[in-house]
């Protein structure tokens, strides 16, 4: 493994570590709050954009980079948040109706899009035992997705949907954006996420605006994903293709599906257990098996 390597996973385990805090606490609010999805990611990532811009705005080479990541990334920035955004809000839909273990492990077929597309379009290639391993965790994530009474038949679909809406924007930057800046994609990101749930929300009629008490523990949680997270994960972007970028991203919902049942008294099973030990498996194939030098 090469030092680049070893810093792009170091990013990505950050990455899995925020967003597990970001999907718990959305979680907490939608079981504890009636609340529609596009407003709890509006006033989310409207609070943690107000938080993060007077860092930008404070000094003149972090406003020099994110001039640059309009004019040079303005495009696909745009593109790939708008396909974010519908993913977030299908997401968001199916996690208010569905355990939060089964719901964060489905999500990760991502890993399975990501892999068609960059083998597919940017000429990635995958060892056999790589394609083992990632038809090994993609098996564990179906067991787990067909729990019964834990998963909605239309949940499912649309977190399947979400999956391929965020693997869309993995393959526009690993093509088109040679080096991300990730703190500066990160908040320009907020902002249009903060614009598209508005006029959607505006949109559909369901805008209103939650207690403060409610917008604060959106925000914090928000601050933690969709910036730091998000952050990280482009960061990642610099030093993984692809195809492993989100599949080292399995660990995560394992850790979920433990928090599920550990604090939200969500049910355990045979079927469960054996779904996550299938990821692990999968997960270890793919990114932590020794490689062979070659002769």
Known sequence: ?????????????????????????????FRNYNIEPEIAALFGVGFAFIIV???????????????????????VLTLGTISNAFGIVLYYYALKQTDLGPAAILIKTTVLYNVMLGVLFLG??????????????????YMISTLE?????ISAFCILLSAFLFAIQSYMIKKYVPEILG?????LRLLLLS????????????????????????GL?????????RAFYFEAHNYLPISKL????????IFLMFVGILFMKEPIDSQKLAGAGLILTGLYLIVFHKQKAKP
């Open 195 to 218: 614009v598209f749930f508005f006029l959607y929300s505006l949109w559909i009629g369901s805008f209103q605006i939650p207690d403060i008490s409610i917008v604060l523990i959106l």
């Open 1 to 29: 493994m090469t030092g680049n390597e070893k810093k792009g996973y170091f990013f990505v385990f950050l990455t899995g570590v925020f967003f597990a805090l970001e999907v718990i606490g959305f979680k907490e609010i």
């Open 53 to 75: 811009t007077p860092y930008f705005l404070t000094s003149k080479s972090r406003r020099s980079k994110v001039i640059i990541t309009v004019r040079r990334d303005g495009i």
């Open 149 to 153: 009474g834990q998963i909605k038949i």
């Open 221 to 229: 949680f928000s601050l933690l994903g969709y910036f730091l997270g």
């Open 124 to 141: 990635e290639r995958l060892k056999k035992i790589e394609i083992f391993g990632i038809a090994i965790a993609i098996l564990g994530i």
């Open 246 to 253: 989100n599949a080292t991203l399995l660990i995560e919902p």
């Open 183 to 187: 703190l500066e994609y990160a908040c």
